[in-house]
């Protein structure tokens, strides 16, 4: 069964420290994997995407990296601000040809993410 | 970059009464476009996925005649919740895809509308 889980559930940390967060996929075949960043009562916002042959992507301060082989993704998000307060989605997409169908796209529940001052 | 603009953010509705939703990409045409619900702390669920000019496919568990959809240009959709109650609410997005191969392939979500039926 296709799925995607991320971890950890929900992160508090404090302005201006790092972060990593978790995503396991079990999803073939495989086309891309992306992030996303959902504040509360808004619409997700891509912040990469990567595709098999990408091991890192970088947009900012956040910084994702894939390995194919274990099918593992995480999001390195620097120097925290408050204004990373949100949740981040996984998602990952299981192949190339849309024919137009979404239902490839496979989210993760996200992990909530709480910046203090 | 692409952009999705979905409206009305919030609605307030009785029971027993419709509500539409639209979603219009500003700066592309959006041959596919996709619903979503979603719950508190869930993922979003895809409800249905409508190609311009066509009739949308629903997914397994959704009533089309519920949740009405049409996409009747290349940027516009629209969802229908019809005769909402309670266990409707929720927050519903949109999202549109540009033609293959196309700059504005990706999916792009709208802002979302949280729907209240009381």
């Known amino acids: 069964k296709n799925q995607v889980e991320q971890s950890p559930q929900s992160l508090i940390i404090l302005e201006g420290k790092n972060c990593t967060l978790q995503?396991?996929?079990?999803?073939?075949?495989?086309?891309?994997l992306r992030w996303y960043k959902q504040d509360t009562g808004r619409g997700p916002v891509s912040l990469t995407i990567?595709?098999?042959?990408?091991n890192t992507k970088s947009n900012g301060r956040y910084t994702a990296t894939l390995d194919a082989d274990t099918k593992q993704s995480s999001l390195h998000i620097t120097a925290s601000q408050l204004s990373d307060s949100a949740s981040y989605i996984c998602v990952v997409s299981s192949h190339t040809n849309y024919g137009g169908s979404q239902g490839n796209l496979i989210f993760g529940k996200g992990t909530k993410l709480s910046v203090k001052p | 970059g692409a952009v999705v603009s979905q409206h009305p953010s919030r609605v307030i509705c009785k029971s027993g009464t419709s509500v539409k939703i639209e979603c219009r990409s500003l700066d592309f045409q959006a041959t596919t476009m996709f619903w979503y619900r979603q719950f508190p702390k869930q993922s979003l669920m895809l409800m249905a996925t409508?190609?311009?000019?066509?009739?949308?496919?629903?997914e397994q568990g959704v009533e089309k005649d519920k949740f009405l959809i049409n996409h009747a240009s290349l940027t516009l959709s629209t969802l229908t919740v019809t005769s909402a109650h309670p266990e409707d609410s929720s927050f519903y997005i949109c999202s549109a895809r540009g033609p293959t191969g196309s700059p504005n392939y990706g999916y792009t979500f709208g802002s979302g509308t949280r729907l209240t039926v009381v």
């Open positions: 409508s190609n311009e000019g066509s009739k949308a496919t629903y």
């Open positions: 990567m595709t098999f042959s990408e």
């Open positions: 995503c396991n996929y079990t999803v073939s075949p495989f086309s891309n």
